[in-house]
């Protein structure tokens, strides 16, 4: 009977803190003695926001995820943050209560952010029902609520009456919202969505392997390298060849067509422009991405280029593997994966000497090292030991090809200053959702960074008219 008496106690008092935690949180008037403050309190509690952080990760990642038990060690490492800062603060206020009083009130009040954020989570990662734009203004609402949490906390643990009572209510709260940072670093999440096998994702597709395609796929090639227009002389021409090589997922093949579309449009690569695709919907209208392929489309344009002053931007999306080889697949046929050192010797082969190569996969940054020269600049959507997100039939768009293509290169005309943006965008959008910094990548080759400005001044001055 006394067992479940104290089990009975311990649900009301866990009520009685989660009530006093949404008054804090919504600036309710609440003192310290609406809390039951105990170590079974405190452990009550950070096993409830362990719950509501898996059931956030199960939302965001969505059903048929998998779990992920090693998500605990970041739930750990959490708490000790929390426990490591309120025991400084009582050490340095010489207030011993604040180190068990405080991580109690701020974990009470947790639970009302954690649902907020389900609601931000519910329209997708990536904002479709509210728009992103509206998604990331939740974002940095709830980040100031956060803040806002975190300085009542700190107020209501310490005593009103305690010496500069509001400079060390102030002073805490930023202490903690110091060590937020440090914990969505450490973030793992309970939940991963494992993509589907690549026999599932083409099983119901059209077969590439069909005598019919086959029949059609080097007149195809043919035709695309023959409508490619000769490089004007005088002129700094820019030519755009495109690599979608994962026939598995519909996101690639998207993000190859806006970003062709865009380059087309804004920046005078129409009639010099080229994508090779692989994905059922195409095969019947689009080359193949192949290495071979690829290899005889920069052959043909290294042929009609005026190397010495012209530029080619080639433009790869797929997935990437550790070992930094880009995946190119079309199930049942088996195509060669490319390498960047097959595809540096591509590029020297074709005599292309002015190079812009933007790399959107899962450690692309390991493209940079084997690439990088005087006349190369290099844009990757991830560093060479990191994963880039955003892949999937069902999304519209990769986070660096949404944020490159959709956004940064359709203000900016430097191609530098649209990277710094794409970066800072995907850095927030990751930030926003809990996942690990893919952190993209850039290099500037000395003598690309001298003929980037002459480039992007003769493709401003054509679009504004001035020009050919």
């Not at 974990?107 to 734009?133: C, I």
């Amino acid at each position: 009977m006394k067992a479940t008496s104290a089990v009975a106690q311990s649900v009301l008092d866990l009520g009685r803190n989660l009530v006093s935690g949404l008054r804090l949180a919504f600036a309710m008037p609440v003192s310290l003695l609406d809390f039951r403050v105990s170590v079974r309190q405190l452990l009550a509690l950070a096993v409830l926001g362990m719950l509501l952080d898996a059931l956030l990760d199960y939302v965001r990642a969505g059903p048929g995820s998998v779990l992920m038990l090693h998500a605990i060690v970041y739930e750990g490492f959490d708490m000790a943050v929390l426990l490591l800062t309120a025991a400084l603060l009582g050490a340095a206020f010489r207030q011993p209560h604040l180190k068990l009083a405080l991580p109690v009130v701020a974990l009470a009040a947790q639970p009302v952010l954690g649902l907020f954020g389900l609601f931000l989570t519910l329209p997708g990662n990536q904002g479709e029902l509210l728009g992103f734009s509206i998604y990331r203004l939740g974002e940095r609402l709830s980040l100031a609520w956060l803040a806002f949490v975190l300085w009542r906390a700190t107020a209501v643990a310490l005593s009103p009456r305690a010496p500069r009572f509001w400079l060390r209510s102030l002073s805490g709260a930023a202490l903690l919202m110091l060590s937020v940072p440090l914990v969505y670093w450490a973030y793992q999440p309970w939940f991963y969505a494992p993509p589907p096998a690549p026999e599932q994702r083409v099983a119901q597709s059209p077969n590439p392997a069909s005598e019919q395609v086959l029949i059609e796929q080097p007149q195809l090639l043919y035709e695309a390298l023959a409508d490619l227009d000769d490089e004007r002389p005088g002129v700094t021409d820019l030519y755009f060849v495109g690599f979608a090589s994962y026939a598995g997922e519909d996101v690639f093949r998207k993000d190859m067509e806006v970003a062709q579309d865009l380059f087309d449009d804004r920046f005078d690569t129409d009639g010099r422009s080229i994508a090779l695709i692989n994905n059922p919907q195409t095969m019947h209208d689009v080359p193949f991405a192949t290495v071979s392929n690829l290899r005889a489309t920069l052959s043909q344009i290294g042929d009609i280029i005026d190397p010495d002053q012209d530029v080619v931007l080639l433009y790869l999306t797929s997935h990437g593997t550790r070992d930094h080889k880009l995946s190119v697949e079309f199930p049942p046929l088996e195509l060669e994966a490319l390498t960047p050192a097959g595809l540096k010797q591509m590029l020297d082969d074709a005599g292309i000497k002015w190079r812009i190569v933007v790399v959107s996969a899962c450690y692309s940054g390991g493209f940079i090292d084997p690439l990088k020269d005087d006349y190369t600049l290099i844009m990757t959507a991830s560093a060479a030991d990191r994963t880039s997100f955003g892949c999937g039939s069902e999304s519209d768009a990769t986070y660096f090809g949404d944020a490159l293509f959709q956004h940064a290169l359709r203000v900016e005309d430097s191609f530098v200053k649209a990277f710094a943006l794409a970066k800072a965008r995907i850095e927030e959008r990751e930030r926003a959702e809990k996942l690990t910094p893919s952190q993209p990548q850039i290099f500037v080759g000395d003598a690309m960074a001298r003929k980037l400005p002459q480039l992007e001044a003769e493709l401003r001055s054509r679009r504004s008219g001035d020009t050919i």
